[in-house]
T-cell receptor, first 114, second 112 residues
Framework: ETGVTQSPTHLIKTRGQQVTLRCSSQ?????VSWYQQALGQGPQFIFQYYREEENGRGNFPPRFSGLQFPNYSSELNVNALELDDSALYLC?????????????FGPGTRLTVL | DAKTTQPTSMDCAEGRAANLPCNHS???????VYWYRQIHSQGPQYIIH???NNETNEMASLIITEDRKSSTLILPHATLRDTAVYYCIVRSRNTGGFKTIFGAGTRLFVKA
């Protein structure tokens, strides 16, 4: 157990809808990174939040957005859902203030877009 | 693109050591080598990391070559529960956004 939790576990949406996924970081961590993992592939970096600000972004369109709250929990929002957004969404928390900022992953949210 | 190269799959007999190789020939001086594993659609599990010295913990050992261009993860006594996809990653806290780039990983099958 890493102490990183995600909700919901599973979610089914239809094309064009919007979705919000949530992540609670491990105690003592101030950084949350989000990843998208399509079936059979490795996780792809979406973006990272450090102390409530976006700190870096992967190759994802603006309809993928996020927030980090003062308690360092985070949300991933996806607008105008497309079929290809069906994937396992992972969050990882870490402490970027440390020299070695090991990321610890949550169990993921499985999103299915119909 | 991932900065690491790993074999697509490997087999290992239960109770034997599993040696998983990883090439990272373009690794920078401040980049660490991290290993994670993922068991059937669960979140990736942190295993071990290292910079240039060999490392050992309760899960595994990490051997990094002197030139740092490759490494090997060793599971000393593999069990059936070690069947998973193993990811080798190089990353640095100085990389913009601390982006972590995963490759396809090595699918390890531990057989009875």
């Amino acid at each position: 157990e890493t102490g990183v939790t995600q909700s919901p576990t599973h979610l089914i949406k239809t094309r064009g809808q919007q979705v919000t996924l949530r992540c609670s970081s491990q105690s003592g961590h101030n950084t949350v990174s989000w990843y998208q993992q399509a079936l059979g592939q490795g996780p792809q970096f979406i973006f990272q939040y450090y102390r409530e600000e976006e700190n870096g972004r992967g190759n994802f369109p603006p309809r993928f957005s996020g927030l980090q709250f003062p308690n360092y929990s985070s949300e991933l929002n996806v607008n105008a859902l497309e079929l290809d957004d069906s994937a396992l969404y992972l969050c990882a928390s870490s402490n970027r203030d440390l020299v070695i900022d090991t990321q610890y992953f949550g169990p993921g949210t499985r999103l299915t877009v119909l | 693109d991932a900065k690491t190269t790993q074999p697509t799959s490997m087999d290992c007999a239960e109770g034997r050591a599993a040696n998983l190789p990883c090439n990272h020939s373009t690794i920078s001086g401040n980049e660490y080598v991290y290993w994670y594993r993922q068991i059937h659609s669960q979140g990736p599990q942190y295993i071990i990391h290292g910079l240039k010295n060999n490392e050992t913990n309760e899960m595994a050992s990490l051997i990094i070559t002197e030139d740092r261009k490759s490494s090997t993860l060793i599971l000393p006594h593999a069990t059936l529960r070690d069947t998973a996809v193993y990811y080798c990653i190089v990353r640095s806290r100085n990389t913009g956004g601390f982006k972590t780039i995963f490759g396809a990983g090595t699918r390890l099958f531990v057989k009875a």
